[in-house]
């Protein structure tokens, strides 16, 4: 399972565009619940893909350029030794409780 709680790619499934209009229901049945990603062609050549929600947005976030200088200076910061483990971060988040 992802960090959102769906499942991981289990399968990449590669079909022509002709097919994949016919079956277009159970593929996104697939990409949803089972992780599935879908390869889509036309000729036989690679034109676009099937992806479920969190994965698209995942890549849409990905591509905000604030975002990425914020977790560059996250790992930088990390790399240099100011990180800690997880689970002493979320200990002191429950000490603290809800504010």
Known sequence: ?????????????RMPMTKART??????????VDGDVVVLEKDGIPVAGLLDIDAVEDYLEAQDPALRRRLRASMKAYRSGRGRPAREFLDELKAEGPE
């Open 1 to 13: 399972m992802s960090s959102k709680g769906k499942p991981v790619v289990k399968r990449v499934l």
């Open 23 to 32: 079956q277009l229901g159970s593929l996104v049945r697939g990409v949803h």
